[in-house]
């Protein structure tokens, strides 16, 4: 069983609803220059009487950025640090809560994964929690987990 050693859950979540914050006033501004690109496409095309031209793509790219990065940071994920990698906490809960009935081997971390092996009467198993590091690397609270061998 996992055991957190350093830092908490309530601050990480703080810090990524702060984040999910303030992808939404960008999203919000990135909305406004549109908005502002589409009135003045739409007036000169009626003045100069030419087809109107789409927003440029760059706005649209970055806007699709925007809402897939606040989605990331408003989500019910909790990321957790272990060695190396950083694995989502919540499903990690969940997995274990699963598991009741079932010897459960300590974990062990391979290849940018945390694994569980699990066995219970009739069948074993291996859930793999896969490294998501790179999605949350700018977080600055995120908590410290070992993994516990005497549980």
Same mark, same amino acid.
């Given at each position: 069983? %996992? ?23 960008? =999203? ?11 009135? $003045? ?45 950083? =694995?989502?906490? $919540?499903? /990690? ?11 459960? /081997? ?12 699990? $066995?219970?009467? $009739? ?5 793999? %929690?896969?490294? =998501?590091?790179?999605? /949350? ?6 908590? =410290? ?7």
């Amino acid at each position: 069983m %996992l055991a957190i050693v350093e830092g908490s859950i309530e601050k990480v979540k703080a810090e990524m609803k702060q984040i999910a914050k303030w992808k939404a006033d960008e =999203i919000k501004s990135v909305k406004s220059q549109i908005k502002f690109w589409k009135e $003045t496409e739409k007036k000169a095309a009626k003045e100069e009487k030419r087809k109107e031209n789409a927003y440029p793509n760059e706005l649209g790219e970055k806007l699709g950025a925007l809402e897939i990065a606040k989605e990331k940071y408003s989500s019910a994920v909790v990321p957790v640090r272990i060695g190396d990698i950083v =694995i989502n906490y $919540t499903v /990690y809960l969940k997995a274990f809560s699963k598991l009741k009935g079932c010897r459960v /081997y300590p974990e062990e971390i391979h290849d940018k994964e945390l694994v569980i092996n699990y $066995t219970d009467d $009739t069948a074993n198993g291996k859930i793999h %929690l896969y490294d =998501i590091s790179k999605i /949350y690397s700018e977080l600055n609270s995120m908590p =410290i987990a070992e993994i516990n061998h005497n549980a």
